[in-house]
Structure formats: structure tokens, C-alpha cells
């Protein structure tokens, strides 16, 4: 029988079968084997779900009853059953990433000093890392910003602009390289230019604009390149801020096996593994599975378009995986979202998806799953399928599934992966009963509720200004926004006066007078991998240009215009259709390939610009075609926010303003003094189908990608250690050793009780890891800021937490640093504490360390939901390393109680009906807690506290698996001693 890493037999061994593909014998888990009518019942989300469990039964971590109470998901999903599940892989970007190897890092110092070989020290389980983050918008519409329109029209916001004449774009013109046409696959072709015969030979798949040429070098073809202007001076200033962490990762791509590190500047996580780095089905060792994965960032959930189950988690659940660990989850109850019709002649994939947005948000999927089904789904791509998979952390559910159809091995195809993958693929997936046809209704599952949109009802439409759920049809618009501006303040309303909404600004810009009010767009934004890995939407926008330029339309220059695709291939198909010189003439030149502006990255605005918004309080809007649009998110001057498409960015760009009514007002005139309607210009589906079929084509993805690895000229000079061991710099303020295995021994260690200790904290209810976890800027009085300026960095170069998670000294010192955590020791909220013993207030992590001098220990109080939000490694991290040995609250959410654990910390909840104001706690107590040697889990503790009161807390270890970790000192002290 096979075994598991436990040793222990696996008891389904029976239900592997041998399969044939391509006259190589592979072996699989055969799930109708089991025999049992539920199967073909379930959901084929669960059905993923289900295949981790069997493969990897082991009744220690997976047993079977876990398999037992998926096949039960009828009865179990309404039941919050938990259920240990293995998924295939992990994936990682760098923000997240860099504590993992961090943490990876000090793991092999501690094996080294033990005794043990540092090398066996690698992710268990494949993982990726793309570096994506960290690029910001700091130079957009460098090259092109002072060119002549040439179609010498005006637009409707800027009517001084745009004049005189130049070369006429030309139409769509035929793919470059003749041989990429009929969708080769073939790699025997070279999918590079030629190379020239002069001195320095020009890029020529970026030539065809007729625009001056630079030295700069295009990122994915090697040669020069007239559109790498603003990319370059991007990428110079990337690499100065981060240096050091480029560096370590680097050291890290070396160093670690089973571990892929993708160099900055090749495109976003999430496209780069929808595009590239998805199996669709694993093949190890000849066994065949599904692939399935967790990532260490919310829209993760972007893979499930193509039939890949994955979700977002925190980073100890992400390195629990990564080191072969399960993860406990709820067995969800599944949403039947049932697709009907078609998009119309106007509506894209964006628009499909904020409107669903809208819907599942009323509908309320919160901790569920969604699954798509029904004939409309044949009608969508992958792409637009992506699309809608990646906003699900908007409509709120843990995943929006697609299961792998027909469509899906066509984009396999299209993306340049061989016939064997494919065959494999197909082959597995309907021997499992895991292949969909949408157009069958026999083969629909049961679902927990069936909901239905036919998506022929959709329209063109944003969603803002400040949530992403907030969809408003593009006809209403200019009068939902109106109205939003002298609303009461919320999250439709701005609370302005009838007379300051009305306000209008005069300045100069460029040495020509523009106006601004609000409702001006002052940035708009082709960005995020949410649109960008979609042809039809980037083609569409591109068309869009391509025909406003022949039309003579121009972008005010003073909108912070920008391009900052998912990956190479972007570019590269933009450009072999002949769009890119229009998309740059109208601003929107490539800038960088990263997340970018939608995660806030969208760099300074014209100083002009900004002081007129700040000295008269107006409500200017970003535009964008990202996920997310929360207040403060994309632009602290950007007051509204809107998502949509690439076109309507465009559009949106086009107009300068909110305030239009695409139906009445014109986005400006042409040469011969004719209005230009948006519908004028707007492209067909027709024509970007056409254009889409000649220019996206295999050879493009196997020639980006084939590249993925190599970097740039950047990142290849980065002189990184070749070494097993990383040499860690100890003036370094962005990457040290973390102290977490300090003093560790081979042996096990004994439980040592708590004893007498105090509260570092009395919290209440709902403290959300947002209150815990360090993030965004590092305040100047904080102790972070007096660690960095003790070390001779100005407030300039703090930086943010996020960038440097690497360094465990900045962020305990930013644990608990929120501005509003409410501590009920004090009067007014924010990152203070009491120090018991002398009642001094002071910052939590002083408070913390007086502690640690005086050698007593400290435990935490909280109410209802502690550590609630999203899932964040540091809001566990960061408690353990300020000493904190339990918390007592009355729930905690799920996931943060079992990073608690992971972490070695001891999560106690009250009985029920009890809390600290029922028990008469005042917090000011010392509290002492013994834990038996023959802890078990679920077992009751008596809390004993120093007036000689005591009472009763349940000790939230819930399984034999969260006890080992514990008694280890935490999960990652429980893999070294079992790897050495």
C-alpha cells in the first residue's frame, strides 16, 4: 500500500488506476471507483476537494472521515464541518513573499547549526513567486506627452490641445511575423525579429509607430525600442528602492529548490499563472492529479476561470503548504450561478463581471463557494471567465469556479502549451468525471442554491466610486455621480454644498490653461491583471484609440495616463496588431509590468494638479480597470474611484470627466468640425474577434515565456550570494534573520506553563487583523520610525511595512500599531498601552519589551471574532515575537486562530455565556494557566488568577495535528525537527 510522509498507509491505495494517454501509462485516483451515488452529485469544486482528500488520507492530518463528510456535502456544508485539504502547490508575490523565504532562510541556519544538511530545506510542495508589487507609476506619458495629434481634431475637455498635423495612423495591419499565422504551436520557428544589419538594431516588433527612437531596450524582445521611455525610468527607480530585497530573492531563486522565482518586470502573479504557470492537472511521478493551489494574495481566485481551484490565505498557511502541511477549512456550501444568453453587441467581460459583482454581493456568498454552469458559460472565454474568477474577493466568495470545458483546452492551446498537456489534461479530468459541457443540463450537479442572469441584460457599466460592488450603468453616470457630490457622506456620498460641487478651478499646465472641477479625471489607469490578461478588452481599447486618433481626439495632458499590462504577451500582440502607436499617442504608453496603480501604486500627480485639487477640496476621480476602489486605495487625490473597462478608461480619458452622458455629449469634434460620439468609435465585437484571431497566437506566450526567467539587465547585474546559506547583512533594515528558532534544540521541548502573567492588551470585540498586522506607512512617532532613524534613514526612506516584512524588527514594532485599536486600559484609541506593574502609558512594544527585562510574560484579552479580515501571517508573527504566550477571547476567526497555533501561541475561549465583564476581569490581573503533559484537544484549562479567583476556558487546539505544532514551539520548528 502507498504511504504518506507519516508512514502511515493511505487506505484508498484500491481506487488507484492505471491510464493510458499518448501510449505513456500514468496511474490516478479513480473517484467513480468509489462507487457511490453522492459523487456525481456534488459540485466540481467539492469534487477537487474530495480527490485531495483520498490521494492524501493519511488519519493523521487527512483521515478518512474527512473523505467521508465530503462525499456528505448535502448534509455537511450546513453543518461548518472542518476538513484537512492538500492543495498542489503555492503561489506567491513578493509583498507576501519575502517572509516565506525569509522564514526559509533562517530555517536552513538553524538545521546547519543543528547538525542536519541545510539543502533538505526546500518547499515540499512547487511554489512561485512573482515579483509584481513593488513598480510604481512614477513617470507616465514621458515620450510622447508633447506630440501632435495628427488628426488635428480637438477634444471635448481640451480644446487647446491637439492641434496640427502628422503621419495618419495606419488601419489594422497584418501580424508581423508570417510565421505565427494559423496558430502555430511550432518552436522551430523563431518568433524573434531578424536581426538588423546596422550598429544597434531597432526592435521591430515596436518600429511601425514612425515615432523618434530611444536607447532603451524593449523588456521581451531584446532591441531598442521607441515605447520603453516611461518603462525604463520605472524600472530604474523599482530597483533603487528595493534593492536589497531584489537581492535577497534573487539569492533565493538560486538557493532554493521546488521554488520559481519570476525577476520584476515580467508581468503580474495572477496573469503570469493564468497564462503560464498553471498545470490544469499535475503529473508526479507518474500519478495524475488536479492541480489546485492557495496564494498569499486575495485574487488568487483568478485561476478558478480555467478550472483551478484556489484561493487566497495568509503566509503560514501558505508556508504550511509549501513545507506538505494541510490546511483546515470549512466545507463550504456552493452557489449554483447558472449563465444564460450572450454579451451584447456593447458589453464586455468587465462590465459581466461588475455587474455579477453587484448581484452575489446582495445575495450575500460570504465564506462560500460560487460555481459558474449553464450554456451562457460556452459563450465566454477564458479570459472574460478569469475576469469574473478574479473579482471574487468583491462579490465575497472564497472561490467562483469554472470546471474545465472545451474552451479550457483551447486556451491551453492558444497559450502555447503541447498536444501532450493537453491530451493529459482531457484524458484525467473525464476519467474523474471532472470534464464540463455547459450545454448538457444532465451533468449539472446539486448546488446549495441556484441563482440565474442572463447575460444579454448586461450593459456597459462602472462600479465606484468607493466600492467595487457600487455598479452604475454608464448612461447614468454623469447623474449618479452628481448626486453622489452633495450626498451625505458615505460611501455613494461626498457631503459637499450645492455651490462646491459647482466649483470650477482655472491653471496652467504646459504653458497652456485647463480647468478642473470636480468629476475632472486626472488619472486613468490600464492596469491589473483582472483586464489585462483579456484580448478582447485590451484589443478593444486599442481599437477604440486607434479610431479616436484618426478622428483627431486627444487626452488632456494633464490626466495621468498609463498602460501597465500582466505580462509581456500583452505588449506583444498590442503591438503585432498595429494598435500600440495609437494607445501611446493618446498617453497610454507601457510604464511597467506589475499591479501598479491598482494596488496604489499610481505615483505623483503634476504638481499643478495637485495643488489645485488640495487648496480647493475637490472631488477629482481616478479611472481604472482594476479590482478594487476603496476610498484612499488608488490615489490619496482621487477622491472617486471608478473600475471599468479598457475602452470606457479610455473613453473616460477621452472626455475628462465623469460628468458625460455618452448618449447626448460628444467626447469631442474632428478636423472638419464634426461631433465625435463615443458610439462612433466604439469597436465591434466583430472586429476585435478578427483582429484578436491574427495576432493572439501561441508563439507569442512560448516566446514571453520561454524567457520568464532570465530577467532583465537589472536584475541580471544584482550580484546575489551563491550559497546554501544566505549571508545575512546585519545593517540591513530590510531583510534579517527572524528570531523565531532561537534556542532551538533537536528534542522535543517540555510544555512550560504560563505563570503569572499580564495583559499586554484588554481588546474588545471584532479586532481585525488590519488592527494587528503592520501595514501602509510608518508613522514618524512610532517606535518602527525611532528604530530606522536610530540607523540613520530620514522619514523618506521608511518606506512601508509592507516592504519591509522582511525584517522582523520593524514589524513588531509595528504590531498593534493602529490608530484606531481600542485597548479598554485606555481612554482614547490607538497603538498605546498600560504597563501594569507602574502604570505608565506607553507604546505597545515598549510596553512589551519592559515586560521581557522584567521577565514576565504576557497574554492578550479579547471579545467576540478576535482576528477577523483577511488572513495576514504577521498578525500571528508579530504577537508571538512581543512575547505573547496566549489569548483569552470569547470566538476567534478561524484562520487566525490556527496561525495562533501555527505560531505557538495558546488561543483559550471562554465558556459560553462568559465573558471578561460576566467574570469581573479588569485585565490588571496576572493570570497563570497549566497545560498537562496529556493535553488533548478541545480540553478544558482552569485559568488561575493572582487575587486567588480562578475559571474555566476551553483550549481551542482542535486536532492531534495543532497539538504537535504547538509542543514544537510552532509549525515551522515542527518541520525542521522532522527534516533533520
Known sequence: ?????????????????????????????????????????????????????????????????????????????????????????????????????????????????????????????????????????????????????????????????????????HGVRRHPYRNLQGGSTSTSQSTRPQAQTSKNPVCQICINSGLPQTTEICPFHGLRSQCADALEKNQELEFQRNHERFLFLKWGAKALKNMLIVPPGSGIVHQVNLEYLSRVVFNRDGVLYPDSLVGTDSHTTMINGLGVVGWGVGGIEAEAVMLGQAISMVIPEVVGYKLVGKLGRLATSTDAVLTITKHLRQLGVVGKFVEFFGPGVSQLSIADRATISNMCPEYGATIGFFPVDEQSMTYLQQTGRDELKLQTCEAYLRANRMFRNYNCPDEDPNYSQVVEMDLSTVVPCCSGPKRPHDRVSVSDMKQDFLTSLTAKVGFKGFGLTAEHADKTVPFVYEQKEYTLRSGSVVIAAITSCTNTSNPSVMLGAGLLAQKAVERGLSVPPYVKTSLSPGSGVVTFYLQASGVMSALERLGFDVVGYGCMTCIGNSGPLADVVSDAIDKNDLVTCGVLSGNRNFEGRIHPQTRANYLASPPLVIAYALAGTVCIDFEKDPLGVDSEGREVFLWDIWPTREEIQLVERETVVPAMFQDVYSKITQGNTRWNELDAPDAELYPWDPKSTYIQPPPFFEGMTKELPRVENIKEAYALLNLGDSVTTDHISPAGSIARNSPAARYLAARGLTPREFNSYGSRRGNDAIMVRGTFANIRLVNKFLSKPGPRTLHIPSGEEMDIFDAAERYRAEGKQVIILAGKEYGSGSSRDWAAKGPFLLGVKAVIAESYERIHRSNLVGMGIVPLQYRKGETAETLGLTGKELFSIELPADLKPGQTLSVKLGDGRSFDALCRFDTDVELAYFRHGGILNFMIRRML
Open 1 to 169: 500500500m502507498a504511504e504518506t510522509a507519516e508512514g502511515k498507509p493511505n487506505p484508498y491505495t484500491h481506487l488507484q488506476q492505471p491510464l493510458n494517454i499518448a501510449g505513456t501509462q500514468y496511474s490516478y485516483y479513480s473517484l467513480p471507483t468509489l462507487r457511490d451515488a453522492r459523487y456525481d452529485k456534488l459540485p466540481y469544486s467539492i469534487r477537487v476537494l474530495l480527490e485531495s482528500a483520498v490521494r492524501n488520507c493519511d488519519n493523521f492530518e487527512v483521515t478518512e472521515k474527512d473523505v467521508q463528510n465530503l462525499l456528505s456535502w448535502e448534509t455537511t456544508q450546513k453543518q461548518s464541518v472542518e476538513v484537512a485539504f492538500k492543495p498542489s502547490r503555492v503561489i506567491l508575490q513578493d509583498f507576501t513573499g519575502v517572509p516565506a523565504v525569509v522564514d526559509f532562510a533562517a530555517m536552513r541556519d538553524v538545521v546547519k547549526r543543528l547538525g542536519g544538511d541545510p539543502q533538505k530545506i526546500n518547499p515540499v510542495s512547487p511554489a512561485d513567486l512573482v515579483i509584481d508589487h513593488s513598480v510604481q507609476v512614477d513617470v507616465a506619458r514621458s515620450l510622447f506627452r508633447n506630440l501632435p495629434n495628427p488628426g488635428g481634431g480637438t477634444a471635448r475637455s481640451s480644446p487647446s490641445v491637439g492641434a496640427g498635423t502628422g503621419r495618419t495612423p
